[in-house]
């Protein structure tokens, strides 16, 4: 099952939903118009969504501890402007603890059996990997640089371009890597650590003859072991704002007691 990450507008993604795919939302998103025309476009196109504080809606039947079927009453407001919308869409609420907080999510996959609602809350934290490959192109990708070489638009375009590309023909490479080991994602492999690795030996590859190129790409694969995590990051992904670096000096508080 595929998952989309929504960064752009609903309109023109709702025409590009793949069939048998699950797309993670954000709660600002939250609109049964858009969530209806998600369900509706294709074939089994589901969504899942935190709740919003504050939305009404009727439990239809209980599903199990903590997981209910549930009635969603559209407004008439958003029914005056869009006739096919229905009075009422149904979903599946799922309730958990997480840490001492109730986590509660809202998703379009009312089959228990078929979606068990053990996974479905976990499933909403892989949301924020989205976030980590940010920084990881930013970071290791970008090293921090704040601003692009390029200066005129269409060669900023050609370098935003260049390097998601290059971030995907990494992760790609990852995912071989990955592969190669038994029991490991490629997401338990340091992405810092193997881009270095990967980044280094193409650079190498013009001074080998020709013939020893699939030789040194394979090597890349079978080094892979020393590349992985030692466990598993146990990731809360808070939404913070972080304090930019300030590059000026901060001048401090002189003790004014003597002018009293």
Known sequence: MKWIWLVN??????ARIPDN??????????SLGLLNDWQQKGVNTHWLIPLKKGTQY?????????DKLVRL???PQSRRKRA???????ARLVTRQIKGKTVQILTSMVDPMAYPSADIVDLYGYRWEIEMGYREMKQHLLESRFTLRSNLPELINQELW?????YNLIRYKMILMAKSLKGVYPNQ??????????IYKLTQMPIYAPGNVPK???DIERNASQFKLEEKRERSYPRTLKVSKNRYPVAKKKNAAHLK
């Open 216 to 218: 040194l790409i394979l």
């Open 58 to 66: 009727e439990v239809v039947h209980s599903l199990g501890k903590q």
């Open 189 to 198: 492999l340091s992405f810092r650590d193997a881009s270095s690795h990967i």
């Open 162 to 166: 260049g390097l998601l590309l290059a």
């Open 21 to 30: 795919s699950l797309t993670l939302f954000d709660k600002g998103f939250y």
């Open 84 to 90: 096919d919308l229905p009075h009422t869409l149904e």
């Open 73 to 75: 009453i559209t407004t």
């Open 9 to 14: 507008c609903q309109h023109q993604l709702t």
